[in-house]
Nanobody
């Protein structure tokens, strides 16, 4: 199983970025997919998930600014990030899970992880 995240970069506050995560080696359409992020010295935190039925959820800190989506035919999950803030600076990780909806905001239920893509937002 491989998850390959891409799309990170250095942007200014207020800019947008679109992260992508390509998945291989599993039945993508049967998995819930998520994005987590980790800033230096901090724990990995939940950003957003999308279930195999396309239900979505977001962390309060990104609600209204970030949008998660998936393309089952391409086996990809996306994170559109608008109105970026310096506090969004982190490494962003995609992950795949067969866990239940109520647990999908926790790292423990994710079986597979991508390598991370760095997002840096300058003020």
């Amino acid at each position: 199983v491989q998850l390959q995240a891409s799309g990170g970069g250095l942007v200014q506050a207020g800019d947008s970025l679109r992260l992508s995560c390509g998945v291989s080696g599993l039945t993508f359409s049967s998995y819930s997919m998520a994005w987590f992020r980790q800033a230096p010295g901090k724990e990995r935190e939940f950003v957003s998930f999308i279930t195999w039925t396309r239900s979505t959820a977001y962390a309060d800190s990104v609600k209204g600014r970030f949008t998660i989506s998936r393309d089952n035919a391409e086996k990809k999950v996306y994170l559109q990030m608008d109105s970026l803030k310096p506090e969004d600076t982190a490494s962003y990780y995609c992950a795949a899970s067969r866990g239940v909806y109520s647990s999908l905001a926790t790292t423990a239920v994710y079986n597979y992880w991508g390598q991370g893509t760095q997002v840096t937002v300058s003020s």
